[in-house]
DNA sequence: GTGGTCTAGACCACA
DNA sequence: GTGGTCTAGACCACT
């Protein structure tokens, strides 16, 4: 059963914060088809949020096409995302935990690698460009 | 001089995305002592934010000790972050590269590689917890 | 309930006052660990300041983990401060509180007094100097 | 000679403060009747501000009738203020220094005692109060 | 021209 | 209803 961990303190909405630990946990493949989702009253007493938020989050993902909630017997995975979970994926982790053990004893902290890798994935997995507001306020008035 | 990259859709507040942003190019080295931020209107010009939106991240890296505002000259760095670009940096960041450019080859998407990363990191430097919010109140009333 | 009172005349940023005024209830013991601060609205009709202003000063006091803010609920004290509410503290107050007598009726105002004051503490207190800015820039270009 | 301190991070406009530290010196005697300020360019070293600001904070002085600038002389106390050091000053202070010391000793740091004394003070010889804004405005509409 | 503060108002996240 | 973020614009302090 996946858990859910809310940092308020980082800004991120915390109903967004659900949603994308769930769609992790599905690239990752711990979350299966049919896996069934926790309770809204299981994430309240795990993260302390309201009810409502948790509810949020899951008709989200439930809009997105990824899980499917039903009355009275809880909510369930019904799509998958991604290839993270491929043939190759076993050799990757383990390789990139080779790597973080090496980063660990060359002395970097958490956030060291962590502004290291977002680097790197940056410059080879390129983010979608955001085109600049205004564009469309341009061509309205 | 550093380059902001603000993405409003992100969820997260887009000062804090300067923040960051500015933390992690201290901690690759971008970012030197004695370096000089951009302007807050170079900022507006480049990410289309509000002004007030630029001083306000730069006010929160001062209260950090990192950069230091002088009225009529400019915002510049006086503190340094982290070891992200110490003598193994160089090895680390070719090694990294290497495995992002095999990720790739396997088929996975940008989000399958953070998720696999943010899997790995998350369990080799663990994050500090989160206290419960209400611990102080639940003692109360 | 703390209540806040800003002069807008002095030159010190109202948020400054705020935050200022808070960390003097929390060393004197006025403010406790778990107590409420009073809501933006309720310091907004006490001290005509603009909302924003109020909130500007907690994410100060939150920033130095000093209260936190939670949504739909309030500002609570988390973190403590100082030590003016020892068991000594009452005897000091009170011989200060006499002190400050005689030096009403030997004629001095309270512009006076503070003056003499300040001198006494910064004499026997040192304030920790600050350093001349721009000590980082002057290596540089 | 008086010897200027501006702390930039306190909010208070430099030249206010370069105001009210001439203005305590009067109250304390440090400064008297044709004593000479330091010049521009001596505060100027001392300090790190800006020439202007100097001046500014000359004119001020000089408005309220404490000092006069000679063109080619420099700037001479004219004017004196309160009561700070009249017969019982040096007891006050005496008293008051011995007061200090038992707070230290008691573990007060600097904070703390400022937080006591201001505490007192705002008692002993209350400021002043403000009139709430809006008040002139209610007239004139 | 650069940064700092404040105001006003809008919209969102959360309880 | 409470706090969080952003925008827009004004005014001030400083170089």
Aim: overall charge neutral.
């Amino acid at each position: 059963m996946i858990e859910y961990h809310v940092r308020r303190r980082s800004g991120v909405p915390a109903y967004q914060q659900i949603v994308q630990q769930t769609e992790q946990a599905l690239r990752l493949g711990h979350l299966q088809l049919g896996d069934k989702l926790p309770t809204a009253k299981e994430v309240v007493a795990a993260t302390a949020v309201n009810p409502n938020t948790v509810l949020r989050a899951y008709q989200e993902l439930q809009r997105a096409g990824l899980v499917e909630s039903r009355q009275g017997l809880g909510t369930f995975v019904v799509g998958t995302l991604g290839q993270a979970e491929n043939s190759a994926a076993g050799d990757l982790r383990r390789e990139l935990t080779g790597w973080a053990a090496k980063a660990r004893s060359a002395g970097l902290e958490r956030e060291d690698v962590l502004a290291l890798i977002t680097s790197v994935v940056d410059q080879e997995f390129p983010p979608t460009a955001e085109p600049l507001p205004g564009a469309a306020l341009r061509e309205r008035s």
